[in-house]
């Protein structure tokens, strides 16, 4: 996902349906992993689960090929691009202009690295939480574990889709992303607190699945408005590190915790 803000410029118009395809196809692996895990695991054991992970994650060296010649292809379309953008908005160049961007990049990058904080840390422990609450098996708590994953899978492209429609400007992506987040602590909340006996894990699930979607596909759709122009493979590249770091952080706080419950209002806090 680092590239986005990058590729951007290549697609202005439909941004945000890109990105959700993204988004999409990006959550396909997880999705599959999820899936065939556990009968993996009743099939050949441990060995034969990680390898099939370890299969998926080679996929990205097709993918990085694939980048690789397309951005080849589009090299001479990128340049033209960037330079028609400096000097169309010579805003851009204006220091105060530049400052309060720099703010708002900042801002924008703590956020990313709370979303995330708030979504990575509930993979590791989500099914163990959802077998010990409800007494699932092992693949029961992993096919709950596919609504939000697979959520993302369905949902991201109509929102972006959506976003694309709907959302003209950096003030009305940001506050779309913020009510998408606002999602989120509500599905946690169901999960930590809602009765076992009324109510299916696959309910807050498909709720987090809601969130997962939207504020994922609202945030990359909008970091390219916020990177400031002149360091766009930069921002890109320290964004992806604020938002791995809360999200190492955070397990670390988590297996100090008493219970999963204490987990999850960790993480919808």
Not at 104 to 118: D, N, T, V
Not at 163 to 189: E, H, I
């Amino acid at each position: 996902v680092q590239p986005f803000p990058i590729l951007e410029p290549l697609f202005q118009d439909c941004w945000g349906t890109l990105v959700g395809i993204f988004n999409a196809f990006l959550r396909m692996g997880s999705v599959t992993n999820f899936l065939l895990s556990p009968a993996l695991y009743k099939a050949g054991g441990l060995p034969a689960a990680l390898w099939m992970s370890g299969l998926i994650g080679t996929s990205g060296l097709v993918t990085a090929g694939g980048a690789y010649f397309m951005s080849k292809r589009f090299s001479q379309s990128s340049s033209r691009t960037e330079t028609d953008g400096a000097d169309s908005s010579p805003s851009e160049l204006n220091p105060k202009s530049e400052r309060r961007r720099r703010i708002a990049f900042l801002i924008f990058k703590l956020a990313g690295s709370l979303l995330y904080s708030a979504i990575v840390p509930f993979w590791f422990f989500g099914a163990a939480f959802i077998r010990s609450k409800w007494g699932d098996s092992l693949f029961d708590a992993d096919v709950m574990m596919l609504f939000a994953e697979g959520g993302m899978v369905l949902l991201s492209p109509p929102l972006g889709a959506l976003a694309d429609a709907r959302l003209s400007n950096v003030r009305q992506k940001l506050l779309a992303v913020t009510a998408t987040c606002m999602v989120l602590p509500v599905g946690f909340c169901l999960l930590a607190f809602g009765p076992a006996s009324a109510m299916h894990p696959a309910v807050p699930m498909i709720i987090l699945s809601v969130g997962y979607a939207g504020s994922n596909t609202l945030f990359w759709s909008s970091c390219s408005d916020i990177i400031p122009r002149n360091m766009k493979a930069l921002g890109s590249g320290i964004i992806g590190s604020a938002l791995n770091l809360g999200a190492t952080l955070l397990p670390m706080l988590i297996a100090r915790l008493p219970s999963g419950q204490a987990a999850l209002v960790l993480v919808s806090t």
